[in-house]
């Protein structure tokens, strides 16, 4: 090897190594930062989807985890934060589908259906909120993911579209008939406001 | 602003999450830790003692009594819901978890204790094993507010990998717990270990000196799992099937044979498919009110578009009983 060839083949080495140190770095960095600007508004998210903040909490908490783990392919912050809706949207769903299917199946033995709810939480108070929340929980699950990334965290069609895998057209639709729906369940809360 | 943004902002404007950036540093950490564990554990586990637990390999000849009241028939009183279990069972991915209803044993408190203790008893349907003995566990708790499950082990004799046991089926063995754990609470919560209310830095040569989280679901679950019907069901005229799958397009096979093994019902559900977990499937009502009277196997399977160069397609089976 010619000492110029050499010392090319270091410097990349080097250079190698520094983008290794770089994207641990980073996944750490990245954590931290997108923690301080993102953690309550994602686990405000969860709660509108899953009711239960401790539950929702755990999703969000376990999102930061992953996107930590996946910080090499994602090397940037406004990717790092979709993917952190993305991954609390999924695993919400898996939360609930999972409390969800318990519940049908205790429902199918029993034949009464007679639940205690199991995602009453100490924290949330007032009538209002506990209506706004039980009404999503009575939509179906697209549905409310379209609704609280539309009106909670004010995404746009492509964004929604994006983050839950599905066509703008698709969107659109859920999020009218889920409004319209809603509206209808919080009819009296809405015209509180008006008045 | 929209009327719903309003709402749905109020909705939540009281939610203040607990600062859990600890918690994240803290697992983001041990997962490395975890990982360099994993390459140079295999290696020092051979060295490790033997306790000469026997490690329940269960045999899966017997069957096990099973669920035998006829599940069609209306009780006066609604049975307590059942423990979703996860066994292992054998995929083309080799041994991997299935999630399991079992009936709550006669008597039994709900919650962490009775589900960790079915851990350790024969599984209902005999195609699935547990990884760990009997009298394993001697209870276990759940603590939302801290954010914590703590699973108690009777002593300190599971704290090394046991001759047989490789390092994979350890780490299986720990994912049981778990996913297991994480049913009962219904929240993603981590687990912890502990011999007497003292923490154990390790179980089955598994570090656990921080609380372990979940693998993800497509590394260690069955990629399908049937939820309903349990095993030894008993129908008449109709019944349905559900589950969980991850299948390619989410499409899941279904088949139902008679003791001969002739398929006497088959078709396609289709759901969806979702890169990070498994998803719902389920049949649809199925008429078999033409059927003699007997025992079949219902199957599901994952669609495997490649014709088996994936490994094949995975499978989960019930018996039930036509009458």
Same mark, same amino acid.
């Given at each position: ?26 996944? +750490? ?22 009711? %239960? ?8 908490? %376990? ?40 519940? $049908? ?8 259906? *007679? ?33 609280? =990334? ?34 209808? =369940? ?10 | 602003? %929209? ?6 902002? +109020?909705?939540? *404007?009281?939610?203040?999450?607990? +600062? ?9 950490? !041990?997962?490395? !830790? ?45 049975? %307590?819901?059942?423990? @979703? ?5 054998? !995929? ?9 209803? *079992? ?46 499950? !703590? ?55 598994? @570090? ?78 199925? +008429? ?29 089976? $019930? ?5």
């Amino acid at each position: 090897m010619t000492w110029a060839a050499r010392q090319t083949h270091v410097t990349a080495s080097l250079a190698a190594v520094e983008v290794t140190l770089d994207a641990d770095c980073g996944a +750490d960095a990245a954590v931290e930062q997108l923690y301080a600007a993102h953690w309550r508004r994602l686990v405000r998210l969860a709660v509108l989807l899953l009711r %239960d903040q401790g539950a929702a909490e755990e999703v969000v908490q %376990d999102a930061f985890i992953a996107m930590h783990g996946r910080w090499r392919s994602l090397r940037d912050p406004d990717k790092a934060l979709a993917y952190l809706r993305q991954t609390v949207v999924n695993r919400s769903r898996s939360a609930l589908r999972h409390r969800g299917v318990v519940e $049908r199946y205790v429902a199918r033995q029993s034949r009464a259906g *007679e639940l205690a709810d199991p995602a009453d939480g100490p924290a949330l108070a007032g009538d209002r909120r506990t209506a706004v929340l039980d009404a999503l929980r009575a939509l179906p699950t697209r549905q409310r993911e379209v609704l609280a =990334l539309r009106y909670y965290l004010e995404l746009s069609e492509s964004e929604i579209a994006d983050a839950l895998g599905i066509s703008r057209g698709s969107v659109k639709a859920h999020a009218s008939r889920g409004s319209a729906t809603l509206r209808e =369940l919080l009819a009296d809360h809405l015209h509180e406001e008006d008045l | 602003m %929209d009327d719903l943004t309003t709402l749905l902002h +109020d909705a939540v *404007e009281d939610v203040e999450p607990t +600062d859990r950036l600890a918690a994240i540093r803290q697992q983001t950490r !041990t997962r490395r !830790t975890q990982r360099w564990y994993a390459v140079g554990g295999a290696v020092l586990a051979t060295a490790a003692v033997v306790t000469g637990i026997a490690i329940a390999a269960w045999p899966s000849t017997d069957p096990g009594p099973g669920p035998s009241k006829d599940p069609t028939a209306s009780d006066s009183v609604a049975p %307590d819901p059942p423990f @979703p279990t996860y066994y292992v069972g054998d !995929t083309p991915q080799g041994a991997r978890l299935f999630r399991y209803f *079992e009936p709550a044993p006669e008597g039994a408190d709900s919650g962490v204790a009775t589900a960790l203790n079915l851990l350790t008893a024969v599984p209902s349907d005999p195609d699935y094993r547990t990884l760990w003995p009997e009298g394993a566990f001697a209870g276990g708790w759940i603590d939302y507010a801290g954010g914590l499950a !703590t699973v108690l082990l009777t002593d300190g004799s599971l704290h090394d990998r046991p001759a047989g046991m490789s390092a994979a089926q350890a780490r299986l063995a720990l994912e049981q717990v778990v996913y297991t754990v994480q049913a009962q609470a219904q929240a993603l919560i981590p687990v912890r270990f502990q011999v007497e209310g003292n923490p154990v830095d390790q179980v089955y040569g598994v @570090p656990t000196s921080e609380p372990l989280s979940r693998a993800p679901e497509l590394d260690v679950l069955a990629l399908v799992n049937i939820s309903n019907p349990v095993e030894g069901r008993v129908v008449e005229g109709h019944f349905s099937a559900d589950g969980l799958a991850s299948s390619f397009e989410g499409t899941v096979r279904w088949e139902l044979k008679d003791a001969g093994g002739a398929v006497v019902r088959s078709d396609y559900s289709t759901g969806t498919f979702d890169p990070e977990q498994l998803t719902e499937w389920a049949t649809g009502d199925i +008429d078999v009110s033409d059927l003699p009277a007997g025992t079949y196997t219902f199957v599901a399977a994952t669609d495997d578009p490649s014709d088996g160069e994936g490994g094949g397609p995975t499978t989960d089976t $019930r018996t039930i009983t036509i009458r």
